[in-house]
T-cell receptor, first 112, second 113 residues
Framework: KNQVEQSPQSLIILEGKNCTLQ??????????LRWYKQDTGRGPVSLTI?????NTKSNGRYTATLDADTKQSSLHITASQLSDSASYIC???????????FGKGTRLSVIA | DAGVTQSPTHLIKTRGQQVTLRCSPK?????VSWYQQALGQGPQFIFQ???????QRGNFPDRFSGHQFPNYSSELNVNALLLGDSALYLC????????????FGPGTRLTVT
């Protein structure tokens, strides 16, 4: 069964600190993996998209890594800001016209 | 360039009623996918419309139906509402059906009482 598991479920960090969120997936055949940021009650916004051949991609203070062999990805946030408080969702796409598989997200709270 | 828009923003309905949610895709996109997101959960795929036809469907009952219009906009209809239908309903648009670049709308918060 295609699944995406994220950890931790929630995280609280101090403003200015770094953090890393984890994503493990069993989706096959793999096409691409994306990280979304979702503010409460709003639609997800894409941060990064990585295909099989990419093992790292950055978007400002966000850096995603992908290990297609171990089927793991991480999202590293550098110098966190209060506005980073949100849910971060890992989404994996299988090859072909199949629905995206979503993780449940990690709820990040950045406090002053 | 307008992104994905959804209406209404919020909606309160009573059990047994019917509801229609609307979505306009991002300019240049021709495919619309609908998702249901319960509180604290990831989005669950409902169905996808392309060329005015339902192309894929997730594990949702027939009470959930949709439509796509010639201008690519879409509607999600839910009949015989249940309390468990309370959720954030997200619309996402893309070009073609390969789901590579899906842009999400702001969502419609449906509360069923």
């Amino acid at each position: 069964k295609n699944q995406v598991e994220q950890s931790p479920q929630s995280l609280i960090i101090l403003e200015g600190k770094n953090c890393t969120l984890q994503c493990n997936y069993t989706v096959s055949p793999f096409s691409n993996l994306r990280w979304y940021k979702q503010d409460t009650g709003r639609g997800p916004v894409s941060l990064t998209i990585m295909t099989f051949s990419e093992n790292t991609k950055s978007n400002g203070r966000y850096t995603a890594t992908l290990d297609a062999d171990t089927k793991q990805s991480s999202l590293h946030i550098t110098a966190s800001q209060l506005s980073d408080s949100a849910s971060y969702i890992c989404v994996v796409s299988a090859s072909g016209n199949t629905p995206l598989v979503f993780g449940k997200g990690t709820r990040l709270s950045v406090i002053a | 360039d307008a992104g994905v828009t959804q209406s209404p923003t919020h909606l309160i309905k009573t059990r047994g009623q019917q509801v229609t949610l609307r979505c306009s895709p991002k300019s240049g996109h021709d495919t619309v996918s609908w998702y249901q997101q319960a509180l604290g959960q990831g989005p669950q795929f409902i169905f996808q419309y392309y060329e005015e036809e339902e192309r894929q469907r997730g594990n949702f009952p027939d009470r959930f139906s949709g439509h796509q219009f010639p201008n690519y906009s879409s509607e999600l209809n839910v009949n015989a509402l249940l309390l468990g239908d309370s959720a954030l309903y997200l619309c996402a648009s893309s070009f073609g059906t390969n789901n590579y670049e899906q842009y999400f709308g702001p969502g419609t918060r449906l509360t069923v009482t």
